[in-house]
């Protein structure tokens, strides 16, 4: 898994997906007018060359088509130097420039990284940076349809790499990172029973069974809660203590 420390060198330019937008050239924010982080969003996430058409009707689907294609020619005049240089702009087709580095296309190869690797192959540094990379949502807060269409993926991916790398991370006995990882899953999707099990195993491990059980239960009653249904058999099994009250 590659470290991030190397975003922001001179003269790169660097757009931010995961958590809130930014571009960022040489370490520094970029001022974005209206509609320019946007356009850039929606052409990162892409990751092709859009036809002019496609990108105006998404960004203003309420507005008629000529608006629309208005809007995109405002925004496009007035970028500045930097938000300019971060485009490739054709006359039928834009996209991003190939030279700007997208923190979420490094985070996606991190999570496939983690998921075909049958151990463990990294530092806990690394891996607690792929834990932070790992429990960012893309564009959080952005509602619109063509970024909740790739949220949903991104989600289940990083949802998948999380616990892999939690289950990676105890079978190297690196307890401490292993529970982090368990955590983060947990905190992208409290209802998930492979998360919470992670966890509970990692207490397992390390002679907890009072930690664990606690943590059984507390996914129970979230569950019940929420779904008025109780946990599987298999969790009940992996948590002893808890099979014998069920």
Request: hydrophobic share 45%; charged share 20%; net charge negative.
């Amino acid at each position: 898994m590659a470290p991030t420390s190397g975003f922001g060198e001179p003269g790169e330019t660097h757009a931010y997906l995961l958590g809130s937008f930014e571009l960022k050239r040489s370490g520094s924010a970029v001022a974005l007018a209206d509609g320019a982080a946007h356009l850039l969003a929606f052409l990162a996430v892409a990751g092709r060359p859009v036809e002019r058409l496609v990108v105006a009707t998404n960004l203003w689907p309420d507005a008629a088509t000529h608006r629309a294609y208005g809007n995109l020619r405002s925004v496009l005049a007035r970028a500045g130097r930097s938000v300019r240089g971060a485009l490739c702009i054709g006359h039928e087709r834009l996209s991003l420039a190939d030279h700007v580095r997208v923190d979420w296309y490094e985070g996606r190869a991190t999570a496939l990284r983690i998921l075909e690797a049958d151990t463990l192959s990294v530092s806990a540094h690394d891996a607690m940076g792929a834990v932070s990379t790992l429990s960012s949502e893309l564009l959080s807060g952005w509602h619109e349809e063509w970024v909740i269409s790739a949220q949903e993926p991104w989600r289940e991916l990083r949802l998948q790499a999380l616990e892999t790398l939690a289950d990676q991370l105890l079978a190297a006995d690196r307890y401490a990172c292993a529970a982090v990882a368990a955590h983060a899953a947990i905190q992208v999707e409290p209802l998930r029973e492979s998360a919470y099990s992670g966890l509970i195993r990692v207490h397992l491990a390390q002679g907890n069974q009072a930690e664990a059980l606690r943590q059984y239960e507390r996914y129970r009653l979230l569950l019940w809660e929420a779904l008025g249904v109780e946990p599987t058999e298999r969790l009940r099994h992996l948590t002893p203590t808890a099979e014998r009250r069920s």
